[in-house]
């Protein structure tokens, strides 16, 4: 007779906890994860649910900066993106050269844009690509921390976290929106931007062959992570401006599903290099966002 198999023990139940959050943390940051512990096909996938958490924590590492008494806003702005890189590893700004050398080759053919994705080798469009993105995300945040911190100092009301009836929302300022919660918006974009991952995840293919960084996550993203992914980011969403920042995430799930569609017509599906693309170019449009209907 058989004994039935024995209750997982508190230690065990807290491992499985925690274990897709530990992987988010080393996967994405320099944060360390899992160290030696052993990861199964399934973690990839249910990690990404938590990579909103992550940005955030990459947000609010940064937090400090936003504060910081005598810089100015374009040293803060250079600073910031420089710490968002370093926190990185890099990860994302290597898939997104990688995405830049490839799609803007001139190439039309969906295997030599791979091959040239796959090549190690720093392309100049790439270079160009990288540069005038990172020079447009450090023009915007300087923009919007100059209106902010004009804001701030021109005393605009504070907002609280709890949703403001509307008839007391629609009298405040876009600028005293953001401002009564400044500088907490500059933990925002990171979490939002990578929280799109799994929504790619799930709904489009993978594309660069039988091996990849990617095709771990493609294949063992699920619903459940897509939904608890898209919970951080409505929650985390509210802090900017209350129900008023939670026009983010629908603009966000629309690029991401442009990005998507725009990555299966060049080459049929995502790779881990345009995962990592889509999160520098959607941080990016949010802050624009950010810059254009906030403040």
């Known amino acids: ?9 508190p230690g065990a139940r ?15 940051t320099i944060i360390p994860g899992l160290g030696r512990v052993r990861v199964g096909p399934k ?7 938590w990579y909103p958490l992550v940005g955030l924590t990459v947000g609010l590492l ?11 806003p374009f040293t803060i702005a250079v600073v910031l993106c420089a710490l968002t890189l370093f ?5 994302h700004a290597d898939g997104l ?16 844009i791979l091959g040239i994705m796959k090549d190690s080798r720093l392309g100049a469009l790439g270079f160009l690509g990288a540069f ?7 023009a915007f945040l300087h923009e919007v921390l100059s209106k902010l911190s004009a804001a701030s100092l021109a005393g605009s009301p504070p907002l609280l976290f709890a949703p403001l009836p509307f008839s007391l929302w629609r009298d405040i300022p876009p600028s005293g929106r953001m401002a009564g ?91 881990g290099d345009t995962m990592g693309a889509g999160v520098e170019l959607s941080e990016l449009f949010c802050l624009i966002l950010v810059r254009v209907f906030f403040v």
């Open 1 to 9: 007779m058989k004994r039935a198999p024995a209750d997982p023990t």
């Open 14 to 28: 807290a491992r499985a906890v925690f274990k897709p959050i530990l992987l988010a943390y080393g996967f994405l």
């Open 43 to 49: 973690d990839t996938g249910r990690s990404t649910g």
């Open 62 to 72: 940064a937090l400090p900066l936003g504060l910081a008494k005598g810089l100015s």
């Open 87 to 91: 926190l990185s590893r890099g990860l």
């Open 97 to 112: 050269i990688d995405t830049f050398d490839g799609f803007l080759s001139g190439r039309r053919g969906r295997d030599e």
């Open 132 to 138: 005038c993105l990172y020079s447009l995300k450090i």
């Open 181 to 271: 919660c400044y500088p907490l918006f500059l933990a925002i974009l990171p979490a939002l931007s990578r929280g799109g991952v799994p929504i790619s995840c799930a709904l489009f293919p993978y594309a660069g062959g039988e091996k990849g960084l990617g095709r771990s996550f493609t294949a063992s993203v699920t619903w459940r992570a897509v939904t608890l992914s898209l919970l951080l980011m409505a929650c985390i969403s509210l802090v900017p401006g209350n129900l008023f920042g939670l026009l983010l995430l629908p603009a966000l799930v629309l690029f991401w599903a442009a990005w998507g569609l725009l990555c299966m017509r060049k080459i049929g599906g995502m790779t």
